[in-house]
């Protein structure tokens, strides 16, 4: 028995221990890899065979680790360096497939943790994408457009050598939009000298993107959401008050489909604070402000003196104070902690959904089930993403588009799809509506049965 007497299967305990002294300086990386291996025990019980073929040791260890030096010139001329990553972890079922995060914070544990998480969303997809994740300490933050692509040219100076679109493709993540998508794409087609639409996604129309793509992770959300409400109890969106972290890509198009399905969104946020409107949060001022201005989000003051604005203090953010029925980190990791748990809980909160990758603490997660609270897992719930990324690779090797009414219908089957995947697993082993486990262990269960048929790789 572990702490709180959790029954620890030998092999799932070696595999952590030996994960946690390997990697000793990785938190955020343990984390992960500490979550899908509890929930995976009562799979590992049934297998005892996996253990001979080292199956876990396997997933737990990147394939491949590239870390590299990005130099570039400011536009005072100074000569900058900053430490580039890609994690290429599994090819298991498909080319490595993930983001690309450029963030202050970003470090070997946080690519590695990002990494490991998306081999399992990829799996949950049903789409053949394997695992990878990658980024930069670079802050975009405050740079000018030529900084940007200066710092984007040399960062993809290193990483062309190591992408393709049938060998690792890298798209968009926190500080990684369609602009910086641009600029690596434009590099790689220098040096390679060939026209690879599939090499990356996230892509501009004009050149390769695909419809839906941008609205994609948000709305794949809402998507899950709608599913997961709806087989507890048939419940909906609608009238619901709904809290959501950050302003940016995933924050924003999660915020609009909630809004279209009649909820009432009533708070966002930035990484300095956030904004509390209880009249409705007005979508198209964040837009402008954060979409178009790049601008911080107690801007929305200006406009609407009445809402109010909290900074954050520490990391117990102030939007997990505000009275709501759903909750949406779409943010970042650990951004709900235990004591914003039980803030959420004690102010009657239904359900939690993660936007953002690992936005829960463990000892939030755990909070959250044991007061059955429903939690739509990031892996599965944010799956959208990628899913349509990878419905863009598939649109560039047709060499052909579709609509966005025609991926926006795949994207929502797809996320029906995972739901019922989670819900599958969860049910199987007893595990109630835990979709957590659940979504650990339909993934871990289609990739097992890959490694068994590759053989030892
Ligand atoms: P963006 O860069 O578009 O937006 C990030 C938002 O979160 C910004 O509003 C930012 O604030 C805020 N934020 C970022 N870091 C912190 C921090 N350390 N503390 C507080 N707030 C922070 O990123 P995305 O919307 O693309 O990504 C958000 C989350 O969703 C990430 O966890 C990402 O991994 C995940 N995700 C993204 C997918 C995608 O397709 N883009 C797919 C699946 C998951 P500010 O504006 O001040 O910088
Ligand atoms: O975390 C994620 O799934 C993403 N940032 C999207 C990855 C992708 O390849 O579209």
Known sequence: MSKKGRVMNKYTEKVLNFVKSKNEN???YIQAVEEVLTSLEPVINEHPEYENLALLERMVEPERLISFRVPYINDEGQVIVHRGYRVQFSSLIGPYKGGLRFHPS??????????????????????PIGGGKGGSDFDPKGKSDNEIMKFCQSFMTELQRHIGKDIDVPAGDIGVGEREIGYLFGQYKRIKDTYEGGV???????YGGSLARKEATGFGLIYFMREMLKANGNQTFQGKKVIISGAGNVAIYACQKALEYGADVIAMSDSKGCIYDEKGIDLALIKQIKEEKRARIFEYLKVHPE??????????????????DIALPCATQNEITLNSAKKLVANGIIAVGEGANMPCTKEATEYLLANNILVAPA??????????????????????YFNFEEVNNKLDDIMVNIFHACQKSALKYNLGNNYVAGANIAAFSKLAKAMKAQGVV
Request: charged letters at 20%; aromatic letters at 12%.
């Open 26 to 28: 990785e938190k955020e």
């Open 106 to 127: 970003v470090n070997q544990s946080i690519i590695k943790f990002l990494g490991f998480e998306q081999i399992f969303k990829n799996a949950l997809t049903g789409l």
């Open 200 to 206: 990356l996604t996230g892509k501009g129309l004009s």
């Open 307 to 324: 809402a109010k604005y909290y900074e954050n203090q520490s990391e117990d953010f102030p939007i997990w104070a505000i009275k709501a």
């Open 379 to 400: 892996k599965a719930a944010n799956a959208g993403g990628v899913a349509t990324s990878a419905i863009e690779m598939s649109q560039n090797s047709m060499r052909y």
